[in-house]
């Protein structure tokens, strides 16, 4: 009998949870959410519980959601430049993490001159100094800056809370972040962190493809409809909403449980540790930084990314080399790159990312995998572990 499979990568899709599939399949029979009758009223009724299961998860008003096809539409809504808080001028200029989602990096609007790149110190964590020096050279402008919560590559968290501090001494400098990695995994508020807008995708915790959210803090709007057609979410986001997409959003974000960190943190840390044992020279990335509790990349210098992941593919075992944003394509990180990695290095970055049905066994069965690919390099390498 042949095992299952282990599936590792669920910072690029977490399965869908079967309560979740459940109440999609339930949904499917729903009417259209603007018609008046019976069963668009029930439709309607099904759309915005969805809504306020989501707003309960980010801590925000449930008024304040605008449901989208995922994190890149919600992404590129924001960074439209048309994100406002009353009282303040659009923004004229954006400030970007070295490290963002490419939904960030090429998703704005905005010219090239007026976009900024902050960089990002060696374990990946947004240089704070450098933030506070553009916003002081940028002084008397109008500010977006975007910086994702938790990297998708590595899995480092940014200080959000210090770079908005950060933002309002400024005083007129909004903060958007693609929160795609975080919500689901870590404890996130958006009223908490004083976020003006964040965004999700549905998918990296076992909801469906194709839904997210963007999510507005009070007195922050979009002054103009990033797709225009009727009038659904707030006039915002014209066209008829993907209602069983939606519904299982909303099941999914109360399922969601931050609690699970310490036992993902558990078959991270583990399998990191048991990594070293047989390849005394892996390398963690963003080890001395914070990072989301499922996601472990590394590399061991001298291996392949596409041999080793093509092996562990072999072995059962789902795993990436980072972004799934690439159309399939196995290159050099450009995360990696911002954070100083060379090269060499680079080109044998792997990634292994639990979820909520990873198991002990999951970990041990990749751990053998790469034990056998460890052994034949060194082999090759004319060297024992």
Known sequence: M???RAYLDHNATSPVRPEVAAAVAN???LGNPSSVHAEGRAARAALEAAREAVARRVGAGSGRVIFTSGG????????SGALTRTGQPAPTR????????PCVSAGHRFPAEAVD???VD???VLDLAALADRLDRHAGESLLISVHAANNETGVIQPLSAIVALARAHGRALVHSDAVQAVGRIPFNLSGLGLDALTLSGHKFGAPKGVGALVLAEGVTLHAAFLRGGGQEGRLRGGTENLPGIVGLGVAADLADASDADRLTRLRDGLAVALRACAPDLVVFGAGAPR???TLSFAVPGLDAPTALMALDLAGIAASSGSACASGKVARSPVLAAMGVGPALAAGALRVSFGWN???SDATRCLAACERLVATLYRRQGRAA
């Open 72 to 79: 890149t539409e919600a992404a590129n809504a924001v960074l």
């Open 292 to 294: 989301l509790p499922n």
């Open 122 to 124: 060696a374990g990946g």
């Open 358 to 360: 990873s198991t002990e």
């Open 2 to 4: 042949i095992s299952p």
């Open 117 to 119: 790149v902050i960089p």
């Open 27 to 29: 949904a499917l029979g």
């Open 94 to 101: 954006l400030l970007i993490g070295a490290t963002e989602h």
